[in-house]
């Protein structure tokens, strides 16, 4: 797999600044890269830790100014991707098509060129889009339907009736359409409600390795096209998550909430069941959110709170050594009134 710099650098349309005759056995990311690999600097931030690194070459930008032999690109985290790729060519699986150790339904339908791998259940009435790959140990329930270009990973399961569009990734473990927790108590008992709805996921998403996603009481539970969900994230039932929204790991958010478009979730971000949450609105790592947020907001902290509001809090509470140690001297003063009249 040993290719020379100036061979990289046709690879990437790049512009080569050092010896072409180069030999580069491999690349990795600049903490890892040792002598005769290729790394990445992506930006003149990078710069310090580029100069300790132990790599032989690096993909750039035209940002900075760099010592060893390096490929000038305009984007170097895609160049730096291609090359990786060469060094680590992804595996291509084979189609397989169905079988023979993965159970399909005789009433699910499966279009053309799906791959069903060993140990996938395929139950009634099932219904799979063309080259769609449904990997080992999957469980599609009942009245599911799988758009076309799609991919369901190991373990998945969809509860009956979910629905998933086209070009679609679901990563292992990850459990769509499962009841939500909801109960009313009655006689001292927590009885459960009813789960008659079902998980409607858009086309072009990506879901995170165990996912949960629960259905609708009696509608759906919707996610939007394009948005992309971390691992480890909760979305309760009766939501309706928007277009192109961005959860990341951890997130949970409680039943009957709604977001607008371009809504970006930081890691741990918990939100409150019943609210609504306007377009583009972002908020940041374990925001704990109270209350509705209208559009174009940005908000962090628990409660969340906008920017403005927190740092004038965080200023606020900076001060608060400074003004106890205040207030106890006061408090010495008052306790001590002779001694003050004394010194006066």
């Not at 079902?198 to 998403?205: K, L, P, Q």
């Not at 959110?289 to 927190?310: K, N, Y």
């Amino acid at each position: 797999m040993k290719i020379s710099l100036g061979e990289i650098a046709t690879l990437v349309n790049g512009r080569l600044c050092g010896d072409a005759s180069l030999i580069i056995s491999g690349a990795d990311i600049l903490r890892d890269a040792k002598v005769g690999e290729i790394t990445l600097a992506s930006s003149a931030a990078m710069a310090d830790e580029l100069a300790k690194t132990s790599a032989s070459a690096v993909v750039v930008s035209n940002e900075f100014a760099v010592e060893i032999s390096h490929i000038v690109v305009d984007d170097p985290q895609a160049a730096f991707a291609q090359v990786v790729a060469h060094f680590r060519p992804p595996y291509h699986r084979v189609n397989i098509g169905i079988s023979p150790h993965a159970f399909v339904s005789p009433t699910a339908r499966i279009a053309e060129a799906v791959n069903i791998y060993p140990g996938a259940r395929i139950e009634e009435d099932v219904q799979i889009g063309a080259r769609t790959t449904i990997h080992a140990g999957a469980h599609i329930m009942p009245g599911c339907c799988i758009g076309e270009d799609s991919v369901v990973g190991p373990n998945v399961v969809f509860y009956e009736r979910t629905l998933i569009g086209s070009r679609t990734i679901i990563h292992g473990g990850v459990v769509l359409g499962c009841h939500g927790f909801s109960y009313e108590q009655v006689d001292g008992k927590h009885i459960a409600g009813e789960q008659l709805g079902n998980t409607v996921i858009g086309d072009d998403v990506e879901i995170g390795a165990n996912t949960t996603i629960d259905r609708g009481t009696y509608g759906s539970t919707t996610v939007g096209e394009g948005t992309k969900i971390d691992n480890l994230v909760m979305i309760g039932h009766n939501c309706r998550i928007g277009r192109h929204n961005i959860i990341c790991s951890q997130v949970g958010i409680a039943g009957s909430v709604t977001t607008g478009d371009y809504v970006v979730m930081g890691g741990q971000v918990g939100i409150r069941d019943h609210l609504n949450i306007g377009d583009r609105t972002a908020m940041g790592a374990q925001s704990g959110i109270m209350h509705h947020l209208g559009d174009d907001q940005t908000v962090f902290g628990s409660p969340a709170r906008s920017i403005r509001e927190q740092m004038s809090m965080i200023a606020a509470m900076q001060k608060l050594p400074a003004l106890r140690k205040q207030v106890l001297a006061l408090q010495r003063m008052i306790a001590q009134p002779d001694k003050n009249n004394e010194a006066a």
